[in-house]
């Protein structure tokens, strides 16, 4: 992987990050209570019982 395909993919990764943490400031549920899938980490978040 080159450098600059390497850098775009950090920067693709931190919007979706941040995309997920908007979505819980929202939803008032806290980062530490989620599930996150490492293929689609916004795709499915699931609750801790």
């Known amino acids: 992987m080159s450098e600059s395909s390497f850098s775009s993919f950090l920067i ?17 549920m806290s980062e530490a209570s989620l599930c996150f899938h490492e293929d689609r980490p ?8």
């Open 12 to 28: 693709n990764q931190n919007q979706q990050i941040k995309k997920v943490h908007s979505r819980l400031r929202r939803s008032g």
């Open 42 to 49: 916004d795709a499915e978040l699931r609750t801790f019982r």
